[in-house]
């Protein structure tokens, strides 16, 4: 099952799939209400996409075959890594928390 349908199935109405972050800029990135990303894609990091995403105050999740290392850790504490192969359960499980965590961030 892929990521865009996971998302539907558990009620997304609007779900933007990203193969290639160099086609953004700071002024006309989609808004996101949530994000799940990938450590890396085609070969680019998203860490800095990762690092926009966390001073704006948006949730995410890493969803990735890499493994949690040290620079995400320190990075994006409390970020959840889920690793492939991955239930959409446990995707949108993730994801439920990353909102939770920002609300008792923002309280």
Known sequence: MDVE???RDAGASDVTIVENLATFTADDSPKFDAAILDLML???STLPFAAQLHRD???FVFASGHGMNDE???DFPGVALVEKP????DLV???AASYEKLGDRTA
């Not at 991955?86 to 359960?89: A, D, E, F, K, L």
């Open 86 to 89: 991955y239930s959409g359960r």
């Open 42 to 44: 085609k070969g680019v």
């Open 93 to 95: 499980a993730a994801l």
């Open 72 to 74: 995400i850790t320190r």
């Open 5 to 7: 349908q996971i998302c």
């Open 57 to 59: 105050g948006i949730p």
